[in-house]
């Protein structure tokens, strides 16, 4: 199974905590883990990677088209394989199961 995910490239320890637990739950053996080269979240996720195979995806630059280029290859490469994206929004607080921010 191929999972991908994005996210907020600045953490509070809350988040990262929770981040952390939703990431164990999906970072199970024979999954297929997809993630950019950012800080943040996908910086997090490849730390978090044990016994999972890991494709990281690189930008060539910090332009904004270059940034564009990395995400459209890990969503394309996640659509080619049947996988899916996993998204953490940037707000103060947030939960892979409720899958909306919390004020």
């Known amino acids: 199974m191929h999972i991908g995910v994005t996210g907020p490239r600045k953490l509070t320890s809350a988040q990262q905590q929770q981040i952390i637990a939703d990431l164990m739950f999906l970072l199970t053996p024979k999954i297929t883990l997809h993630a950019g080269d ?3 979240l996908d910086a997090l996720a ?4 044990v016994n999972c195979r890991l494709y990281r995806y690189d930008a060539e630059g910090c332009k904004p088209w270059q940034l564009q280029k990395r995400s459209r290859g890990m969503v394309d490469a996640l659509a080619f394989a049947g996988g899916t994206l996993h998204a953490w929004p940037k707000c103060d607080s947030f939960s892979m ?7």
């Open 38 to 40: 950012a800080t943040g």
């Open 97 to 103: 199961n409720h899958g909306v921010c919390r004020a």
């Open 46 to 49: 490849r730390e978090l990677v």
